[in-house]
């Protein structure tokens, strides 16, 4: 069983920068292939960027060149810093380990204009 348990959420001015971090409590393997979600409100959740084994990383259209995604397994920890944010960057980001199918509770990220 794995748990995940996202941080670092909170409210910006649009072009600040958060760092969300979400720490993986279980087996070593859920830190493979991991990934970074959103949803905003009356909206679909979206992929937002991804992390293979291989340090292969992914992004989405919307996100590219502002948001860069990390992990330090030693930590058994993934981040997601995100740098010049709009507020189109408003919504509830969730992490989730493809490996072992499981997701966190979300993390509240509020870009004001």
């Known amino acids: 069983q794995v748990q995940l348990v996202e941080s670092g959420g909170g409210s910006v001015q649009a072009g600040g920068s958060l760092r969300l971090n979400c720490a993986v409590f279980?087996?070593?393997?859920?830190?493979?292939?991991m990934s970074w979600y959103r949803q905003a409100p009356g909206k679909e959740r979206e992929f937002v960027s991804g992390?293979?084994?291989?340090?292969?990383?992914r992004y989405a259209d919307s996100v590219k060149g502002r948001f860069t995604i990390s992990q330090d397994n030693g930590k058994n920890t993934l981040y997601l810093q995100m740098n010049s944010l709009k507020p189109e960057d408003t919504a509830m980001y969730y992490c989730k380990t493809d490996n072992c199918n499981s997701w966190g509770q979300g993390t509240q990220v509020t870009v004001s204009s």
């Open positions: 279980g087996s070593y393997v859920c830190m493979w292939d």
């Open positions: 992390i293979d084994s291989r340090g292969s990383t």
